[in-house]
């Protein structure tokens, strides 16, 4: 069975930074592609970032390009998102997924399996 497991959410001031990590079991999550959605209250899940399965090509929203880094450890079987001069309207549940595919898919019926989700609150 594959698990996703986020941590690193918080409450931050405007301008501040998180990193948030995602740890895997069941699957190897250099074997496949990973995905950051991100959903705030009355709005749609949307893709944040995603890394590819060979972690050379990254993708990013057009709203935290520049300020936000997909990153994966292979040893560790964990993603990370580094969250840098973060904004209030970065607030929002974060979810790490995965997907069987290995290229970035930016839609969420590709990915299969999905963490619990970390809240992440900026504040002005």
């Known amino acids: 069975q594959v698990q996703l497991v986020e941590s690193g959410g918080g409450l931050v001031q405007a301008g501040g930074s998180l990193r948030l990590s995602c740890v895997a079991s069941?699957?190897?999550?250099?074997?496949?592609?990973t995905g950051w959605f991100r959903q705030a209250p009355g709005k749609e899940r949307e893709l944040a970032a995603a890394i590819t399965r060979s972690g050379v090509n990254t993708y990013y929203a057009d709203s935290v390009k520049g300020r936000f880094t997909i990153s994966r450890d292979n040893a560790k079987n964990t993603v990370y998102l580094q969250m840098n001069g973060l904004k209030p309207e970065d607030t929002a549940v974060y979810y790490c997924?995965?997907?069987?595919?290995?290229?970035?898919?930016?839609?969420?019926?590709?990915?299969?399996?999905w963490g619990q989700g970390t809240q992440v609150t900026v504040s002005s």
């Open positions: 997924a995965s997907t069987r595919h290995g290229w970035v898919v930016t839609t969420t019926d590709e990915y299969d399996y």
């Open positions: 069941g699957r190897t999550l250099s074997s496949t592609a």
